[in-house]
């Protein structure tokens, strides 16, 4: 079993270019959060998914951010018209779902995006 | 607003040493709390997840305890090795769905 998928790895930019991160969960697994590490501070909820809905974006910012997590396909966590203060490890985890044994977040490898 | 504080920030500690990390939060009304490792430039690597309902968990040489009343919990590590050396993050769940990070303690064991 795979476990949490990100792509890229690593992913530069310049300013005023979008970014498009990737985050394929493990297989079974309903729930997708993520997180952003700016350098030298913690991890900071973004924005917490389950498949085709929204349920908590209380750490996103108001502009320029968006995320979703489709019927098919990967969630993509999305940021337009990047800013140097964007720079950072995005990091995504997946839980089965909630319940009992269901809700342990197994985190992704992350991607490490530079703006330059 | 929760907030999670993780005490101490930094600790050293020779091969072999049992050791406690603290983990302070100030909503009591949580959901769970899951422990993690970090290691440098790397993902987080979970390792317990306690329950609300929980006061302790263990596998390996590794025990979580929770005690809600107060907002702590704590990490035991006992006999240490140089591989335990890491950053260790607690996580606070809350019913919505956000989980609260505190900031780490980062961990160095010297053979």
């Known amino acids: 079993n795979a476990g949490v998928m990100q792509n890229p790895r690593h992913l530069v930019r310049r300013r005023g270019q979008e970014a498009r991160l990737r985050c394929s969960p493990m297989?079974?697994?309903?729930?997708v959060y993520w997180y952003r590490q700016l350098p030298e501070e913690g991890l900071k909820f973004m924005v917490y998914l389950q498949k085709e809905n929204i349920i908590d974006e209380s750490g996103m910012p108001k502009e320029r951010f968006s995320a979703e997590f489709p019927k098919e396909g990967p969630s993509i966590l999305r940021i337009q018209q990047v800013v140097r203060g964007d720079s950072a490890a995005y990091f995504c985890a997946s839980s089965r779902g909630t319940g009992t044994d269901q809700e342990t977040q197994y985190f992704g490898p992350g991607t490490r995006l530079l703006v330059l | 607003k929760q907030e999670v504080t993780q005490i101490p920030a930094a600790l050293s500690v020779p091969e072999g040493e049992n050791l406690v990390l603290n983990c302070s939060f100030t909503d009591s009304a949580i959901y769970n709390l899951q422990w993690f490792r970090q290691d440098p430039g790397k993902g987080l690597t979970s390792l317990l997840l306690?329950?609300?309902?929980?006061r302790e968990q263990t596998s390996g040489r590794l025990n979580a305890s929770l005690d809600k009343s107060s907002g702590r919990s704590t990490l035991y590590i006992a006999a240490s090795q140089p591989g335990d050396s890491a950053t260790y993050l607690c996580a606070v769940r809350t019913n919505a769905g956000k989980s609260t990070f505190g900031d780490g303690t980062t961990l160095t064991v010297k053979p």
């Open positions: 297989k079974g697994h309903s729930h």
């Open positions: 306690i329950q609300s309902s929980q």
